[in-house]
């Protein structure tokens, strides 16, 4: 079964036959915590030395107006094998950016953020990834035969372990759909990922039809990061039930090593990516 993941949302409806209630959802309010969006995505066919982190302060769910940008942080990615350092400059709105990264494949990259008295760090092998061999739509393969999918063909290199993250989005959808891939069971063939929508209106999403384009972005991922989203996209689909039991915290690789209790939510990935796009026929 394919994986997708969406944003999290929480709807809460109880519809009765002569009257409709209100409920209260009393949630725990933990203290905020730093969270780092520290992804360096070197797309294939650029320099890769642009590159943006993002900061900012977590806060409880229903305090969605609140500007929770983090301005005033220290942040520097260092390849630990040059030794080459690289700095993020502030810009005052929650983003750090640089332009003057170099990416080299195989190579490590350590992550370290000071803000507030506390450190932070993180480290991931920036990963490559192989070309998209072709695109193409059908209705025959999908979950149904009745719309329109799309079809991403692309070769696994044989003799080595290889973890991928596929990324669908078309305009106008709410949230970019999510793909988890390892080549367990594929290694050194050739992979055959496809997409479809369905009607969502609450999403507003609707199945694709001729003139859609759809953006699509192939990464090569770390091991790490591939089981990070993996238990991402299955604890998603799996609490469909708005009355289930809580989620188990999912902790990313930004840890703080002076104060683990402290650490940091998000994650720090490195990786290469194919980017491009479909437009249906």
Not at 177 to 199: A, L, P, T
Not at 201 to 224: M, T
Not at 229 to 258: H, K, V, W
Request: include cysteine.
């Amino acid at each position: 079964m394919k994986n997708y993941i969406k944003s999290l949302i929480l709807m809460t409806f109880v519809v009765f036959a002569s009257c409709e209630d209100v409920i209260d959802v009393d949630l725990d309010n933990a203290d905020p915590r730093l969270v780092i969006e520290a992804s360096l995505d070197w797309e294939k066919g650029t320099a890769g030395n642009e590159q943006t982190i993002n900061l900012s302060m977590s806060t409880p769910y229903f305090n969605t107006g609140e500007d929770t940008s983090v301005s005033g942080a220290i942040v520097t990615v260092t390849n630990t094998n040059s030794g080459a350092i690289f700095t993020f400059n502030d810009q005052n709105d929650g983003s750090y950016t640089v332009d003057n990264f170099v990416p080299v494949i195989g190579d490590t990259y350590r992550l370290d953020v000071s803000y507030a008295g506390e450190n932070y760090e993180a480290t991931e092998t920036l990963m490559s990834v192989t070309d998209i061999n072709s695109i193409t739509q059908s209705i025959e393969g999908g979950f149904d035969d009745e719309l329109l999918e799309v079809n991403v063909y692309f070769d696994d290199p044989a003799d080595e372990e290889n973890f991928y993250l596929m990324r669908y989005y078309e305009a106008g959808d709410l949230f970019p759909y999510f793909e988890d891939i390892s080549d367990e069971f594929v290694n050194g063939n050739e992979v055959h990922d496809f997409f479809e929508k369905e009607d969502d209106e609450d999403n507003n999403e609707a199945p694709f039809e001729p003139g859609d384009v759809v953006d699509i972005k192939l990464y090569g991922i770390s091991e790490q990061y591939y089981n990070y989203m993996r238990l991402l996209i299955e604890q998603y689909y799996s609490g469909g039930d708005p009355f289930s039991s809580n989620s188990a915290q999912i902790r990313g690789n930004c840890i703080n090593p002076t104060n683990p209790d402290q650490y940091a939510f998000g994650y720090f990935r490195a990786t290469q990516v194919n980017v491009t796009s479909y437009t249906f026929q």
